[in-house]
Nanobody
Framework: QVQLVESGGGLVQAGDSLRLSCAASGRTFGTYAMAWFRQAPGQERELVATISSGGSTYYADYVKCRVTISREYAKNMMVLQMNSLKPEETAVYYC?????????????????WGEGTQVTVSS
């Protein structure tokens, strides 16, 4: 099982940027896929971006071109750089890891989750 701890959330204004980090431990970092999901109050958890063990990426259409997901292998860390944030992107952002090496957009294919970090975007 992988242990995941998110950081970097906070209150920003519309149009601002934010960098989220996810520290991973418990399993060799380069052997599993990871992802960022988010969940707003009263809504289902949705994918933001996902990255394979080797660094291949996939982005949800609603964040494409504004978000970059990456892995810092030397630090056992995954990073989500978000630009031009919108108020409707206010949510709790979760880091997740998969037992597989290939990325997936489906939340049920991830078996370890962090506790989440709150991102609030004011208008």
């Amino acid at each position: 099982q992988v242990q995941l701890v998110e950081s970097g959330g906070g209150l920003v204004q519309a149009g601002d940027s934010l960098r989220l980090s996810c520290a991973a431990s418990g399993r060799t970092f380069g052997t599993y896929a990871m992802a960022w999901f988010r969940q707003a109050p009263g809504q289902e958890r949705e994918l933001v971006a996902t990255i394979s063990s080797g660094g291949s990426t996939y982005y949800a259409d609603y964040v494409k071109c504004r978000v970059t997901i990456s892995r810092e292998y030397a630090k056992n860390m995954m990073v989500l750089q978000m630009n031009s944030l919108k108020p409707e992107e206010t949510a709790v952002y979760y880091c997740a890891s998969s037992p597989n090496m290939t990325w997936s957009p489906r939340a049920n294919e991830y078996d370890s989750w962090g506790e989440g970090t709150q991102v609030t975007v004011s208008s």
